[in-house]
């Protein structure tokens, strides 16, 4: 029997030289090669270099934060960003949304055979910068490659890890009647964008994701108003409505909101009309929401203006003990609805 009869494949077939190959998924020298030329030289640090079976890492104070995540945001790339900022933003933010400052990341990418390494490099490239930006490091992570068809390109887990201060601990079941919501910036461009790149819909004015890291802004509030700070919820998949949602059952409180007072970019909104959308809905991914004490609603929004996903934070609404469990939405008219939580998903696969 030749070889040719056999079955057998070269794990290098000529001319895919600029794509990935299941044989870089096997554990030998294809996947050596691959770390070696495209992961370490963007995550390499002390920690990653020893290239053990886990990572050796120090864990500061008596309690640390941590969080996963998947990526399968489809398509890869949009405007503002790629699935490697989303990786990194997305994990670091829900640790800094529990008051943690983030230290460790770890990545797992499942690729798909034939994946061109110019668009994985775009992607490395891309949480290499988004981990220094948000001064974590990548300790430990994972590369398997799955057949043409079984992946859609690429998808990353990352999981992170925090410091908590115990002296400043937001959660979810702290939002008290007075508090004031607020918001740090415009909502459902992140929706938007993924919509627009994946359906190739043009708008007047292009839509760009705001994916960005939102440790810096929780930072700045931690020094400014402590434990005046309530709660803080990253509204991503199901928008502000749901986190908003998940908060008012989770405290035992109503929460009215002043349709008024939403900062609703005019293309988002018109975008939104166009599609059949609600932004309150519509996922973000570099904003946040904060339940802050009503003494310390100015010093907060201060605080958050002076970082650049925060410069238009602006008040949104009011935790009231009234109806509680329900958020309100108070109209232009004075009339007054209930923004629920949605039974599925506006918009699949945006992160």
Known sequence: MSIASSGLTCPVPAGEADRVLLGHGSGGKLSAALLRERFLPRFGNEVL??????????????????????????????????IGHLAVHGTVNDLAMMGADPLYLTAGFILEEGLPFDLLDRVIEAMSESASEAGVIVVTGDTKVVERGKADGMFINTTGIGRLDPRFRPGPTRARDGDAVL????????????????EDLRFEVEVESDTACLAPLVQG??????????????????????????????????????????????????????????????????????????DAVEAALEAMRK????????????????????????????????????????LPRIC
């Open 221 to 294: 509030l931690r020094a400014t108003c402590g434990p005046a700070i309530r709660c803080l919820r990253d509204p991503t998949r199901g928008g502000v409505a749901s986190a908003l949602n998940e908060i008012a059952a989770s405290s035992g409180v109503g929460i009215r909101l002043e349709e008024g007072e939403l900062p609703i970019p005019g293309p988002v909104r018109g975008a939104c009309e166009m599609l059949g959308l609600d932004p309150l809905y519509v996922a973000n991914e570099g904003i946040m929401v904060a339940i802050v004490a009503p």
């Open 49 to 82: 270099s020893v290239l053990g079976d886990a990572a050796v890492v120090p864990a500061p104070g008596e309690e640390i934060a941590v969080s996963t995540d998947s990526f399968v945001v489809s398509p890869l790339e949009f405007p503002g960003g790629n």
């Open 183 to 198: 918001v740090s910036g415009p909502i459902g461009r992140h929706g938007v964008a993924i919509m627009a790149a994946r």
């Open 307 to 346: 970082h650049t996903s925060g410069e238009s934070a602006t008040r949104i609404g009011t935790v009231t003990a009234e109806r509680p469990g329900l958020v309100l939405l108070r109209t232009g008219l004075g009339a007054s609805r209930v923004v629920d939580m949605l039974p599925g998903d506006q």
